[in-house]
């Protein structure tokens, strides 16, 4: 039984196109998370997120955005796709909110090529 | 705002050898440490964390990290590696006072030879 789960796992499309992820967590967790990983592997937060608060990585464009319709989902939702956004896209959650001590569990991710 | 170092991009070791992975961080005050590993098309997975305490720290698949104040290092190592470890390492650092911004490095990418 997945305790993160995205969909689509491949998702190819055109510029200009918008775009949703989407990411279901069973664990009950507070807190939800959408990171990106680039071609070299680095990763970094887009967003974080629980029912009271979202924090946006201020680099992240704003056609990107989260929508949670409950607390044990966070789609994201991709405005206007550029070839520079193609990236393999992460989803996590963390039973706790606000705190470094967080130990993320992660979906296998999203691989999103724009052509 | 803290940030994390993995001075190599790829090692490679032998079947049976034993192997160390470097991390270093940069932050202000103890903080909050962790060792994920991404194996190949999946998320990543929590090998094992530092928050307090004993500084060698045991994790997950016989690995474990030792915490040395001194150098600003979170090592991992594990004594015998198996082919099944290869994998990509990700060693991050999170903030002991706020956010929920947990810094990657960039990751260590480990090959196995038979």
């Known amino acids: 039984d997945t305790a993160v789960s995205q969909t689509p796992k491949y998702l190819v499309t055109q510029m200009g196109n918008d775009k949703s992820i989407k990411c279901e967590q069973n664990?009950?967790?507070?807190?939800m998370y959408w990171y990106k990983q680039d071609s070299k592997k680095f990763l970094k937060i887009m967003f974080s997120?629980?029912?009271?608060?979202?924090?946006i990585n201020e680099t992240v464009p704003n056609r990107f955005s989260p929508k949670s319709p409950d607390k044990a989902h966070l789609n994201l939702h991709i405005n206007s796709l550029e070839l520079g956004d193609s990236a393999v896209y992460f989803c996590a959650s963390s039973q706790a909110f606000g705190s470094g001590a967080n130990v993320l569990t992660f979906g296998a991710g999203s691989r999103l090529t724009v052509l | 705002a803290q940030s994390v170092t993995q001075p190599d991009i790829h090692i490679t070791v032998s079947e049976g050898a034993s192997l160390e992975l470097r991390c270093n961080y940069s932050y202000g005050a103890t903080p909050y440490l962790f060792w994920y590993v991404q194996s190949p098309g999946q998320g990543l997975q929590l090998l094992l964390k530092y928050f307090s305490g004993d500084t060698l720290v045991q994790g997950i698949k016989g690995f474990e990290a030792e915490f040395k104040r001194s150098q600003s290092s979170f090592n991992l190592r594990k004594p015998s590696v198996h082919w099944s470890d290869a994998a990509e390492y990700f060693c991050?650092?999170?903030?002991?006072?706020?956010?929920?911004?947990?810094?990657f490095g960039a990751g260590t990418r480990l090959t196995v030879k038979p």
């Open positions: 997120y629980n029912n009271k608060e979202l924090i």
């Open positions: 664990l009950g967790h507070d807190t």
């Open positions: 991050a650092v999170g903030d002991r006072y706020n956010n929920n911004d947990m810094r």
